[in-house]
């Protein structure tokens, strides 16, 4: 078995922040003595329907406990969600429905298993509802005396919205004690964020001592950058590699980051030994172009396989190198009435919503026939084997009705 100073150095590769190191250590060297597995937490409210690299970053760190012997307890906020996070927001976020939620939260699970181990003695999943929607008005009382407004208003999201005078709901502020609470519900040993997520986690701290339990070891993990290079990586931005995109679709995003992100996409998404990642990215020791082609090579086989991440390589090789249109574009069935730029993209399917079929045009991403298209509405007249071009690397040939 590793011996504890290994481990607390694996686990602390890739963190920003652990609260604290030392109680880190003494747990594991009690887990170890008593022969128990720590319980590893990470809350995920189901606000949308894939995770994407950057959620991934987490999830790896608690595959690492796993992979030590100790079990991951993943929280669905079904009931959270309700409310919505206020991190990082300038307003309040509107409400999910059930039904919204219920879809989300299936697929995540799905999608975990990605990356997680999922075997019963090493995987718990909790809907936060079980406890959250039994709460009584006096029970809620109770806990909201726990902390108070001053606290609440040192989270930065809050103080800069009250600076500035905008609106804060009430209920925004039962968003923390909701996720701390759901950390004394499962016993958690160590909570796991992004640093978006500091506050939420001490949060959960503070509610374990009031009730009487030991307080989680917090442990925050940096916000993987999207790809536009500036933002968190994210479905509404429009930045994002999802955990279900095509071997070809993850290629190409991945070799559209700049060499400047290669570091941080190295150390969060990859297992590579640091002193190698340090060679990868020194351009004097090794091209950007080849660092990149091996860095998406090594995150496609976490979630395909190793000949996936070759034929994606060879594909991009093919069509974007060598300025080549790939074998094997799909054929899609359309009707010959106009259609609008953005609804041909979406009726395509090489775009997930009509927000990111306007962020591709306006950004030079669409072409037709190798035209490009610059107006979202600009009416497109299908024709058969018209070319639907979106990106560096999604096609689609136009079969007339």
């Known amino acids: 078995m590793t011996d504890i100073k290994t481990q607390v150095e694996q686990l602390k590769r890739g963190t920003v922040e652990i609260f604290s190191e030392n109680e880190l250590a003494e747990r594991l060297a009690e887990a170890a003595k008593d022969k128990h597995q720590l319980r590893i937490k990470l809350g995920m409210d189901p606000t949308a329907p894939d995770i994407h690299l950057g959620h991934t970053v987490v999830m790896r760190k608690m595959r690492q406990f796993q992979d030590m012997g100790h079990k991951a307890v993943l929280i669905i906020g079904d009931y959270t969600a309700r409310i919505g996070d206020p991190t990082g927001q300038n307003t309040t976020r509107p409400m999910l429905t059930p039904e919204q939620i219920d879809k989300n939260a299936k697929t995540y699970i799905a999608q975990a298993g990605k990356v997680l181990d999922m075997s019963k003695d090493k995987f718990e999943v909790r809907p936060n509802s079980e406890w959250l929607a039994d ?29 500035a005078g905008d609106a804060i709901s009430l209920h925004e502020f039962l968003y923390p004690l909701m996720q701390g609470y759901d950390s004394v519900m499962v016993k958690a040993d160590v909570e ?15 509610l374990q001592r009031i009730n009487n339990q030991k307080p989680q070891i917090v442990m925050t993990m940096p916000i993987l950058v999207g790809l536009d290079g500036k933002e968190k990586m994210s479905k509404s931005k429009g930045n994002y590699i999802g955990v279900t995109d095509s071997p070809k679709d993850m290629f190409g995003k991945i070799m559209s980051i700049s060499d400047e992100m290669m570091e941080n996409y190295y150390t969060l998404l990859t297992d590579i030994p640091t002193a190698k990642i340090k060679e990868l990215v020194d351009s004097q020791k090794t091209h950007p172009k080849q660092a990149k082609v091996f860095l998406g090579k090594t995150v496609i086989k976490q979630f395909y396989d190793e000949a996936a991440g070759e034929t994606a390589a060879a594909e991009f090789e093919n069509v974007f190198a060598q300025k080549q249109m790939p074998q094997d574009i799909p054929e899609v069935k359309i009707s010959p009435e106009p259609i609008a730029a953005a609804k041909l993209l979406a009726a395509c399917n090489l775009v997930t919503s009509g927000g990111e079929a306007k962020r591709l045009i306006a950004g030079g991403g669409m072409s037709i026939d190798s035209e490009k298209v610059t107006d979202p509405n600009k009416l497109i007249t299908p024709a058969n084997g018209m070319i639907v071009r979106a990106g560096k690397l999604k096609f689609a040939k136009l079969t007339v009705k």
């Open 192 to 206: 796991l964020g992004g640093t978006d997520q500091t506050f939420n986690n001490l949060v959960g701290r503070d």
């Open 135 to 163: 709460l009584r008005l006096a029970d809620i009382i109770k806990l909201t005396s726990s902390t108070t407004v001053a606290r609440m208003l040192e989270r930065d999201t809050f103080e800069i919205r009250y600076k």
